[in-house]
């Protein structure tokens, strides 16, 4: 009589999985994203146990694979959450390597792997193969980053460099809960970031190594001696990655027009490039068939030059994550074509996200792999469904602008949530912007872009670059239009860190089952949504080494600084959904001192204040940027007893919320780190 109750169940969901088949394979990537997201959640790193559970339940999971349908499913779903967690952890420990453990300052030498800009508008260089005589040499980081503030012109790549500069540790979140600065650079094999100001000396030449990466200077240097100015920067930008010639302005005006994917070599480039080689090929190869009547599959070996294509853009553009990604999902496209498979379908994203995933599974916290996937899986379920209505039936010349229009509202509707909670900001003319940009950018300079690659050999390359230029002045003249309208952009409010994964799994329920019950998923987004809606920011923030504080008012949040700690600021002023100047928002600190939920907080700035506060309250809380000792048993938050807490917030009622409670300890995490230890918020009288 007990057994046939669970049978009934069994009969159920045997049932239910067997209305699925055919569909159920994109579940395989999201249950093995699950398993990744589950390893990144532990606030403890897994030890051999963990991974052993992990292999008994890829075991246990193939067992229930060889039962009915139902069983098959949910087996098939355990195995490959389980993979996911084993194949994350494998990917932090491989890449492990020496971390910075305290402030260096000192000579640095090292070879120049590759340049960027930093926010400040700085050339910022990474070197591996470092040294740094101070240091013992099981203590040099594998790479280091530093921003060369005296710096006009980049080393060529491939050089050894060297300078004096100042050295730290990768700093944990900005506040509880934030983007965990420390654990991304981990997987870069990056121990050491700081700064110089002094010159940047070339102590060797460029060596055999980095053929590539030299090769990449070399067209971007030449693109922007070519076309100077913004021009050039965004043409080199598209064609190699390169990005360190574009300055801040020119950001701010594509991300407030929401244009800065163009930057990216993402899907996009990828995608329109492979395109316009298949598309001429293939013509040609027709062209060819019937002039010579010969018997050459076309399609299959256009699908080959432009896998032969993407694999070159792919090495010339500097393989970066989003490239990789981009290629792996052109990738599979092009091989289902060259298979006479069906190209665009759910099956064939999922394979792409499974690949990424394997190979970088860090890539799941991106926004870039979020956003990419996003808007790829959306069109593709969009335009499916498109397929199927009998009144999708618009005249051929129409067909173009419609089906543009579609993609582009698509893809806004789904990267939109996502953009909103890792950037805090929301486009509202991005489609209008993205209707008039990126046409261009797929008739006018991709298509250019590749003649321009074909006619190079031959020193003709001039006249598509030429073109080329003219479509990025295009796209640069309407961002800087849209980015000028006072409501084109709207700041939004950080929300907790479950909001998204609900919000996503919500819709990629609706999206990849089968039937009415999908709609279900709906309900998933609005509590997500809801969620955000209702998030409250903290009531006071305190910075890791005390430096600054801030404290929610009725007008916004109140800095204790007008200067210093500026990137903390501008977090943190961006995650109330108000980002205003560091000036503006200290000008709100109150001149008497600060009461919290019958808390007194003082802030302390220098050895002179310091000096004026002998003893305390156990009520009281002193908040110090140095060293200080106080009687009275007040709590006291300095650089020496915050180091193994982080940044801190405090709610209206004084819970307290510490970064390192939020991340844990994990493989990233710095040595201070280690140490158990509590940090009692006072008692109100």
Not at 405 to 415: E, F, K, P
Not at 424 to 435: D, E, R
């Amino acid at each position: 009589m007990r057994v046939r109750p669970l049978q009934h169940v069994v009969a159920k969901i045997d049932e239910i999985f067997d209305a699925q088949q055919g569909h159920l394979f994109p579940w395989a990537a999201v249950c093995f994203g699950f398993g990744i997201s589950l390893f990144f959640a532990l606030r403890f790193e897994p030890g051999l146990f963990s991974f052993l559970a992990a292999g008994t339940l890829v075991g246990g999971g193939y067992w229930l694979s060889r039962h009915s349908m139902g069983r098959r499913a949910v087996g098939w779903f355990i195995l490959c959450a389980a993979l996911g967690f084993s194949v994350a952890g494998y990917r932090a420990h491989s890449v492990a390597a020496p971390v910075l453990k305290y402030r260096y300052y000192g000579p640095v030498e090292g070879r120049l792997i590759s340049v960027d800009r930093s926010q400040s508008d700085a050339l910022r260089l990474t070197l591996d193969q470092v040294y740094l005589p101070k240091l013992d040499p099981e203590d040099w980081p594998a790479k280091l980053r530093i921003s060369a503030r005296a710096l006009d012109i980049a080393p060529p790549i491939g050089a050894r460099v060297m300078t004096t500069a100042h050295l730290s540790p990768p700093q944990g979140p900005v506040e509880p809960g934030g983007f965990d600065f420390r654990r991304h650079v981990w997987f870069q094999k990056i121990g050491a970031v700081g700064y110089t100001r002094v010159p940047v000396l070339l102590a060797a030449g460029p060596s055999r190594g980095l053929w590539i990466n030299r090769l990449r200077a070399k067209i971007s240097r030449d693109l922007q001696r070519r076309y100077p100015g913004q021009t050039g920067a965004v043409a080199t930008a598209i064609l190699t990655g390169d990005r360190s010639g574009i300055n801040q302005e020119t950001l701010n005006s594509l991300r407030a027009s929401n244009l800065a994917h163009l930057l990216a070599i993402s899907g996009l480039h990828m995608g329109l490039l492979s395109g316009i080689i298949f598309t001429g090929a293939r013509f040609g190869l027709v062209a060819l068939n019937l002039m010579l009547h010969l018997s050459l599959n076309a399609k299959s070996i256009a699908a080959a030059l432009a896998l032969v294509a993407a694999t070159g853009y792919l090495l010339i553009s500097g393989g970066n994550v989003a490239t990789e990604r981009a290629y792996i999902m052109t990738a599979v496209i092009l091989i289902a074509v060259l298979l006479q498979r069906r190209a665009l379908t759910l099956r064939a994203v999922a394979i792409a996200a499974l690949i990424v995933l394997t190979h970088r599974p860090e890539s799941l916290l991106s926004p870039g792999f979020q956003m990419s996937f996003a808007a790829t899986t959306a069109l593709v379920a969009v335009f499916a469904a498109l397929r199927h209505l009998p009144r999708w039936h618009w005249p051929n010349w129409l067909r173009p602008a419609v089906a543009l229009v579609i993609s582009s509202a698509v893809a806004g509707l789904a990267t939109a949530p996502i953009g909103a909670a890792h950037f805090n900001t929301l486009s509202q003319v991005g489609l209008v912007a993205n209707l008039l940009a990126v046409p261009v950018m797929g008739s006018l300079v991709m298509p250019a872009a590749a003649l321009a690659a074909v006619l190079t050999p031959i020193g003709l390359e001039h006249w598509p670059l030429n073109v080329m230029s003219w479509g990025l002045n295009w796209i640069l003249n309407v961002a800087e239009t849209i980015a000028e309208i006072p409501f084109a952009q709207r700041t939004i409010v950080q929300p907790p860190n479950m909001v998204l994964p609900i919000i996503c799994m919500g819709a990629l329920f609706v999206i990849l089952w089968q039937g009415r019950a999908r709609w279900f998923g709906l309900a998933g987004v609005i509590i997500g949504l809801t969620l955000w809606s209702a998030a409250a920011r903290p009531a006071l923030l305190i910075a890791s080494d005390g430096a600054l504080i801030g404290l929610q008012t009725r007008e916004g949040r109140a800095l204790s600084r007008a200067r210093g700690a500026g990137f903390t600021a501008r977090v943190w002023l961006e995650n109330d959904g108000a980002p205003q100047t560091q000036v503006f928002a200290a000008a709100r600190w109150p001149q008497e001192a600060v009461q919290l939920d019958g808390v007194t907080v003082i802030s302390v700035a220098g050895k002179r204040a310091a000096a004026e506060i002998q003893s305390c309250d156990p009520n009281q809380v002193i908040i110090a940027n140095l060293p200080i000792t106080v009687s009275g048993g007040c709590l006291i938050l300095n650089p020496k007893t915050l180091a193994p807490h982080g940044a801190v917030s405090v709610t209206k009622k004084g819970a307290v919320q510490t970064a390192r409670a939020q991340t844990g300890l994990r493989l990233w995490s710095p040595p201070a780190w280690q140490k158990t230890v509590s940090l009692q918020w006072p008692e109100p009288r």
